[in-house]
């Protein structure tokens, strides 16, 4: 099976920097995009960003300046640098991940989610 593991969520004041880690584990072939999301209480679920397997990003509109988003695909790590925090960007972030799978010569391909970091921005 497969495991994302998020680490680097905290309290920060507003204007402060953190930088969240997600590492992929397990049966992995390969990964292609990885995002990361974040649910504010009483909200839906928002994408926040994506990195393709060749690095190319994109941002919602929330966050582009502020965070990047980053791989390192020899460790199967994701990781967003979050900038110029504000109270609005506090929520519980997620990673997702495509992962393919190869098992018994046969590649199966899911996507894959972190049980979340929280963040929480004062003002």
């Known amino acids: 099976q497969v495991q994302l593991v998020e680490s680097g969520g905290g309290l920060v004041q507003a204007g402060g920097s953190l930088r969240l880690s997600c590492a992929a584990s397990?049966?992995?072939?390969?990964?292609?995009?990885m995002r990361w999301y974040r649910q504010a209480p009483g909200k839906q679920r928002e994408l926040v960003a994506v990195?393709?397997?060749?690095?190319?990003?994109n941002y919602t509109d929330h966050v582009k300046g502020r965070f990047t988003i980053s791989r390192d695909n020899a460790q199967n790590t994701v990781y967003l640098q979050m900038n110029s925090l504000k109270p609005e960007d506090t929520a519980v972030y997620y990673c997702n991940a495509d992962v393919v799978r190869l098992v018994m010569a046969t590649k199966f391909s899911g996507a894959y989610w972190g049980q979340g970091t929280q963040v929480t921005v004062s003002s």
């Open positions: 397990g049966s992995i072939f390969s990964i292609n995009a």
């Open positions: 990195i393709t397997s060749g690095g190319s990003t």
